[in-house]
């Protein structure tokens, strides 16, 4: 930067850094008061984890968010944690921790530059406008000296952007692909629209499941901003609890985190509920952006048949139709999207080891695995449940 020295620092709690700073590096577009690309990397959604004891002590993902500042300005910051377990992440490295240890290493903690239990495609190297090459630069080589001087076995960047990618790996960061499923909004004009552009058979079962899950005896309510109303967090969380018991074992956030997004994040949250006389049966949890809906958490206390399909999927559809959104993202895993209109896409990761025979190895492993990511994809693909012909019309 001309010359000028770049002051990297490293924070234990975010308001260290401060929200104005923080926040005019993840999401300067909010500035003219729209919503965030990213609603995930934002100071609010950020603290809020930090708030509730989701991350912290006893959690596994200790804070390390860190700034770097030129003449007294915030110009970059990430948000970095110490994990002393892979849980949470959904760029799944449990394999290598277990071969590093296996060999007498001490792969915990490792430094992880993510948004906590979200696998949500967004910047990790977030940097003011106008400062992006030098701020990236500033936080990769702060992470990896912070690493590298406390003899800290690695470096994870998870669900970083392409073009965060393709820098990282310039200054030295091995890249890794996964894959995960979005649904694309082609300017359709309403659900029926989306409809049309997939082949008969597809076309004709989801509107089979649409049927059966909306005849699940109550009403399905989409709720945003104001209308959420505190109690609905009571049913929330009820849901959170099955769901997170049943995947992870035990759910990665607290009940005050959900009280907390009540007060500081309900207008970036979209909560589709099924009520049956008047009692919360089943909901689904979405996040808004500028241009996307990203799907989190669905849960239900009564099972109906499709309604996880309605609640998740149809739902969040119908909303990114009528709000303009550009695609829908709906999380981790998942091939059942497929015939449900969501395509799969490939998800982007950074990676630095410290020993360097090891880094070798997972070097000549992300090759291979990288090419079976993108055959994987073009299959899944080519079993997309578009017609050929509309999905060329529509690009």
């Known amino acids: 930067m001309d010359g000028q020295a770049v ?32 609603p995930f990397t934002t100071y609010r959604f950020l603290k809020a984890l930090e708030d509730s004891g989701s991350v912290g002590r006893g959690t596994g ?27 949470g992440e959904y760029i799944f ?56 001087r406390n003899s800290i076995s690695s470096l994870h ?43 008969s058979r597809k076309r004709k079962n989801i509107r089979k499941e649409r049927r059966e899950a909306n005849d699940f005896g109550g009403e399905i309510r989409m709720l945003t901003g104001d209308d959420i109303e505190p109690q609905h967090w009571d049913a929330v969380w009820t849901f959170y609890q099955d769901t997170g018991a049943r995947k992870w074992g035990t759910p990665y956030l607290t009940r005050e985190f959900f009280d907390i997004a009540h007060e500081v994040l309900r207008d970036d949250i979209l909560l589709v509920l099924a009520e049956r006389e008047g009692r919360p049966v089943a909901g689904a949890l979405n996040m808004i952006g500028r241009d996307a809906l990203f799907g989190r958490y669905w849960g239900c206390v009564e099972h109906h048949p499709c309604l996880h399909f309605e609640l ?34 490939e998800t982007h990761s950074l990676h630095w080891v410290r020993d360097a025979g090891f880094a070798e190895a997972i070097e000549h492993y992300l090759k291979a695995e990288r090419n079976a990511v993108n055959e994987d994809i073009e299959i899944l693909t080519s079993y997309g449940p578009f017609r050929k012909d509309n999905r060329e019309e529509r690009q």
């Open 312 to 345: 998740c999927y149809y739902r969040a559809i119908d909303f990114a139709i009528e709000q303009g959104l550009a695609r829908v993202e709906a999380g981790a895993q998942g091939e059942h999207k497929l015939a449900r209109g969501y395509l799969p896409a």
């Open 7 to 38: 002051t990297i620092t490293v924070h234990d709690r975010l308001d260290q850094i401060g929200q104005a700073d923080w926040d005019a590096c993840a999401c300067p577009e909010a500035s003219d008061g729209g919503a965030p690309n990213d």
């Open 61 to 87: 993902w200790h804070p390390q968010y860190m700034s770097a500042e030129v003449n007294g300005q915030v110009i970059a910051c990430a948000p970095l944690y110490a994990k002393t377990h892979s849980q």
């Open 157 to 199: 960047i998870t669900f970083c952007t392409g073009e965060e990618t393709e820098a990282g790996e310039a200054m030295g960061l091995m890249p890794r692909a996964s894959q995960q499923f979005l649904w694309l909004n082609r300017r359709y004009a309403d659900f029926d629209d989306f409809l049309a552009s997939m082949s």
């Open 93 to 148: 490295d449990f394999n290598w921790a277990h071969a590093y240890e296996q060999a007498g290493g001490r792969y915990y903690p490792k430094l992880q530059m993510a948004v906590p239990f979200t696998p949500v495609t967004g910047r990790r190297l977030l940097t003011r406008p106008g400062y992006e090459d030098a701020g990236r630069a500033a936080l990769v080589h702060g992470a990896v000296q912070l690493a590298d």
